[in-house]
T-cell receptor
Framework: DTGVSQDPRHKITKRGQNVTFRCDPISEHNRLYWYRQTLGQGPEFLTYFQNEAQLEKSRLLSDRFSAERPKGSFSTLEIQRTEQGDSAMYLC?????????????FGPGTRLLVL | SQKIEQNSEALNIQEGKTATLTCNYTNYSPAYLQWYRQDPGRGPVFLLLIRENEKEKRKERLKVTFDTTLKQSLFHITASQPADSATYLCALHRLSGYSTLTFGKGTMLLVSP
């Protein structure tokens, strides 16, 4: 088991472009989370999946953001019409169903820069 | 609304000393609290979890306390080493919605040789 992986690790894009990030959780982890982190801040919750079902979305997640986990394994986060304020580190985490205390295992993150 | 506060200024200590980091919260009664370590450019790594009915938890050189009356958790690293230099995040189980975490801003710890 290699842990949570994210791709790409870095992304530079121009304002107005669409970007998509991928997260591969630890195998057999049925819970998957997306967070956004800016400099000097802690991770901010964006959305949560249990298997393929998206059970919660933060108010931070505007209509330009969409996330999927079609087969209950990997997940994608898409940002449409990117804005400079979207520049941040996007973190994915997973946790196993048996862990009721929700210890989360984070990936290395995707750093997005919108020019 | 729920609020989590961690020391915003970096904590500088000398190698071998005990580092103590603070996490305070308001308007909130979490069932448990977690501490994570984050190195620059990397995702957070889980360190310790403490439940509301536990006052103290230890793991090697790490110790966490949880005072639900004061609404405070203290995170201690004894015999600190330069390799302990990182940002330490406090995270609380969210009160509403599904079981997800709310993180503090983190405190940067710098251990000098």
């Amino acid at each position: 088991d290699t842990g949570v992986s994210q791709d790409p690790r870095h992304k530079i894009t121009k304002r107005g472009q669409n970007v998509t990030f991928r997260c591969d959780p630890i195998s057999e982890h049925n819970r998957l989370y997306w967070y956004r982190q800016t400099l000097g801040q802690g991770p901010e919750f964006l959305t949560y999946f249990q298997n393929e079902a998206q059970l919660e979305k933060s108010r931070l997640l505007s209509d330009r953001f969409s996330a999927e986990r079609p087969k209950g394994s990997f997940s994608t986060l898409e940002i449409q019409r990117t804005e400079q304020g979207d520049s941040a580190m996007y973190l994915c985490a997973s946790s196993p169903r048996r862990d009721s205390q929700e210890t989360q295992y984070f990936g290395p993150g995707t750093r997005l820069l919108v020019l | 609304s729920q609020k989590i506060e961690q020391n915003s200024e970096a904590l500088n200590i000398q190698e071998g000393k005990t580092a103590t980091l603070t996490c305070n919260y308001t308007n909130y009664s979490p069932a448990y609290l977690q501490w994570y370590r984050q190195d620059p450019g990397r995702g957070p790594v889980f360190l310790l979890l403490i439940r509301e009915n536990e006052k103290e938890k230890r793991k090697e050189r790490l110790k966490v306390t949880f005072d639900t009356t004061l609404k405070q958790s203290l995170f201690h690293i004894t015999a600190s080493q330069p390799a302990d230099s990182a940002t330490y995040l406090c995270a609380l189980h969210r009160l509403s919605g599904y079981s997800t975490l709310t993180f503090g801003k983190g405190t940067m710890l710098l251990v000098s040789p």
